[in-house]
């Protein structure tokens, strides 16, 4: 397999000068459908991203550097020296298509889809990336074990899911029509399920309720916020043909009732809007966009703030203007994008399109660093650096640097937005300063400095 890692050194050419990027990386070949790995397991000491190989429908992990690469999923020849259940059915077709994985926010498992029994092994219509036929299944790393979380009938199909940064919600859309080929999507409906533990400690998909939100339309969850203790954000894309807009429903679960409301977040006629995901801050979304022309979309990065009054195209992968050694002269479309944890870097799979008749034929896994100017939480206006660093034996260590005297507190929050601890409160002098903390169990924490000028806040996962 032939190996790229080359760097584009193209500056950003936009109306305003909030997102700057830094480089643009091409890590390699054949990659798409990337995924952030926040945990480190010893079973994957080097893994930072999980991605799809689609040659051959296989999980593999990289570092973020693209390096330390290793199949996960391929038959009798992967990192973790297991094989897929269905892979040793005997039943038809003897390797399963995997894909679509998505990462747990702190527990070392990782959910993707794979074809079921169902599956005829059509490019077209059971790969992963489109999904008929296929089931949603765990990986547990460390445990070394495979599960399956759901049975769908025959003829239905799955998208991309969604889970919440706190690992309690996961939400999937299921495909029971298929549309039109080159004309629309067909019908699905969202599935929002409870992420629960079962009597042997697996996790389980519990379906609380399902929704179709506009009616019947193409439905795709994106990503899920957590907006307090009890309700939830889920950014989401859908549509009646096939160029989608985005929405979000924010939900609260109360006993066995859900109460909801939908708002359109914009719409943009003959343009295509997919892939929204929130940074680790939640004060900037990420997606794609772009026209749909021939069966295909020509679609760039873009991020903004979220209620969409402050965008920014990121990339100009199809305007030969901009970035003429970097054009694409077929076109081409982004996949799901990933942040890294502190919001300074997306990966992103680019499928290039051959040809008007040949979309989606070869594809570039991507490194997107940026500039920290308005991705965090406006650090460089106070001058104020703000890092979470790799745990100190069974601790969390927090550096941060002041650019003069003054009283601050250093706190620890929980996703339910309450103080768990004061890390540090009182005046410090300017300069550089560390502090530690020990989370009492495993979960998601935000690490909170503020000043008289400032909040900033980072997210930390933290596996007991």
């Known amino acids: 397999m032939f190996w790229i890692m080359f760097i584009l050194s193209t500056f950003l050419q936009t109306k305003g000068d909030k997102y700057e990027m830094k480089k643009d990386t091409v890590l390699l070949e054949n990659g798409v459908l990337p995924n952030w790995i926040s945990w480190k397991s010893s079973a994957l ?23 330390n690469k290793s199949c996960l999923t391929s038959y009798d020849d992967n990192i973790l020296g297991i094989n897929f259940p269905l892979d040793e059915d005997s039943i038809a077709p003897a390797i399963h298509w995997k894909g679509a994985p998505i990462v747990h926010p702190f527990l070392p498992i990782i959910f993707f889809r794979a074809e079921n029994e169902n599956s005829a092994h059509k490019p077209l219509e059971n790969a992963p990336s489109i999904g008929w036929d296929n089931d949603i299944w765990a990986l547990d ?22 889970i919440s940064e706190d690992g309690k919600w996961f939400v999937y859309p299921l495909r029971y029509d298929k549309g039109n080929s080159g004309d629309d999507y067909g019908f699905s409906k969202m599935i ?138 077929n076109g081409c479309q982004l996949d799901c994008l990933t942040w890294n944890d502190d ?53 969390v260590a927090i550096r941060y640097t002041l650019p003069k005297d003054e009283y601050i507190e250093l706190s620890v929050y929980g996703v339910d937005g309450r103080k768990k601890d004061v890390i540090a409160n009182g005046y410090k002098t300017a300069g550089i300063h560390t502090n530690f903390c020990k989370p009492s169990s495993s979960g998601v924490y935000f690490i909170r400095l503020k000043t008289a000028d400032i909040i900033i806040t980072r997210k930390t996962i933290w596996v007991k």
């Open 45 to 67: 000491p080097n893994a930072d991203l999980v991605y799809v190989n689609p040659v051959n429908w296989d999980l593999w992990i990289i570092d973020e550097n693209g390096g």
């Open 343 to 395: 919001g300074t870097t997306i990966f992103f799979g680019l499928w290039i399109h051959d040809g008007p008749l040949k979309p989606f034929n070869s594809s570039e896994l991507h490194r997107l660093d940026l500039s920290t100017q308005g991705i965090t939480e406006k650090s460089n206006d106070a001058g104020i650096n703000l890092k979470l660093l790799t745990t100190c034996g069974e601790r």
């Open 192 to 329: 929002f399920c409870e992420i629960v533990p079962d009597t042997n400690d697996r996790l389980q998909l519990l379906k609380r309720f399902e929704m179709e939100p506009n009616g019947q339309m193409y439905y795709e969850p994106n990503d899920i916020h957590k907006n307090d203790s009890c309700s939830y954000l889920l950014l989401y894309s859908a549509s009646s043909g096939v160029c989608c807009d985005p929405y979000e429903y924010k939900w609260t679960w109360e006993g066995d009732s859900c109460y909801g409301t939908n708002k359109s977040l914009q719409t943009t006629p003959s343009q295509h809007e997919e892939f929204f995901m929130f940074s680790p801050s939640g004060e900037n979304i990420a997606w794609m966009k772009g026209p749909y022309f021939l069966y295909r979309y020509f679609a760039d990065l873009y991020i903004s703030n979220p209620d969409f009054t402050e965008i920014e195209r990121i990339t100009w992968y199809n305007d030969s203007t901009v970035w003429p050694d970097s054009y694409k002269p």
């Open 141 to 162: 790393v460390s445990k070394k074990v495979y599960y399956r979380l759901t049975n769908l009938d025959s003829g239905q199909g799955l998208q991309r899911a969604a």
